[in-house]
């Protein structure tokens, strides 16, 4: 690029500052911002503007992001160069004498760095290529590790399961025995407690006789109780009757009490309303005279 005295030598450090980016897009677009105003130390700055204008004016996709250029690895080349190149593609659209615009160094060394990139990715996939068979065999003899540690552990487990079965058995047999020991006492113990139960069965007996027995005079002192029960109600079913007929009159002379203290409220009513006639029409004359006064103390 003639006139902007630009550093092309590389596709690293010569880029990072923005100002050969600024350089391509102002090369297209002369009005779209000064260049002169670019400052080295301005990267996010020198790089976010032309960016956005080679995007809107020329539709050059932003394939870059302003800080991965600042913080640039050898990774990012093959899409720096991809980049790029829109650029030239652009310039030829254009109309844009490469010759006079593009300097042929740095085209030379766009190239060269593809090519290196390439080989260094041939080489990267082949060293990759290797560790992947390493990492395979590396696999496989942990796999046949495992299959003899699981055939090993198999193994001992299932001898331990005899050794637990001939244990269980010998277990199961001492249970045996005892259970039947066991069965051997209940039953003894069975036998013993049915005798005495029959003993306490046949005292039982003897006492429930003796219940019964007692139990029969208790029922002939409660039958003469009862006779007995049976007048004392009787005597008493005279007196309640004797009762029921003085309610009876007591219920007459409280009906009769009711009546009389009715007629004595009404009759305290009248004369309590005749006083308070009387007193309205006191307080009328007084109010007529007490008018009267005035009206000849006002003649």
């Not at 003639?2 to 009005?31: E, Q």
């Not at 027995?213 to 208790?218: L, P, V």
């Not at 409220?265 to 006639?277: F, L, P």
């Amino acid at each position: 690029l003639k006139g902007y005295n630009l550093d092309l030598s590389d596709l690293t450090t010569c880029w990072r500052n923005g100002i050969n980016f600024c350089a391509l897009v102002h090369r297209m677009k002369p009005d779209a911002f000064n260049f002169s105003d670019r400052s080295s130390n301005k990267e996010i700055s020198n790089l976010e503007l032309p960016f956005n204008v080679a995007f809107k004016e020329f539709g050059i996709p932003e394939l870059l992001d302003p800080h991965d250029v600042v913080n640039f690895n050898r990774s990012d080349e093959p899409i720096m160069m991809t980049y790029i190149s829109q650029f030239i593609k652009k310039y030829q659209e254009l109309g844009i004498n490469e010759q006079d615009e593009i300097d042929e160094k740095a085209k030379q060394d766009l190239e060269e760095q593809r090519k290196a990139e390439e080989q260094r990715r041939l080489e990267e996939e082949e060293r990759k290529a290797e560790e992947l068979r390493k990492r395979r065999e590396e696999e496989d003899r942990r796999a046949e590790e495992l299959r003899k540690k699981q055939e090993e552990e198999k193994r001992r487990a299932i001898e331990e399961n005899n050794k637990r079965l001939e244990e269980e058995q010998k277990r199961l047999e001492e249970l045996r025995k005892k259970a039947e020991e066991e069965k051997r006492k209940r039953e003894e113990e069975e036998l013993r407690r049915a005798e005495e139960e029959r003993r306490k069965a046949a005292e039982e007996k003897k006492k429930a006789e003796e219940e019964m027995r007692k139990a029969e005079e208790e029922r002939r002192r409660a039958e003469e109780a009862l006779q007995k029960e049976m007048e004392r109600r009787r005597i008493m079913d005279g007196q309640l009757h004797q009762l029921q007929l003085n309610a009876i009159e007591l219920e007459r002379l409280r009906k009769e009490l009711e009546i009389a203290q009715t007629k004595y409220r009404e009759e305290e009513k009248k004369r309590m309303q005749a006083e308070r006639d009387e007193q309205n029409n006191y307080a009328i004359i007084e109010e007529l005279r007490r008018q009267l006064i005035n009206s000849k103390n006002n003649e």
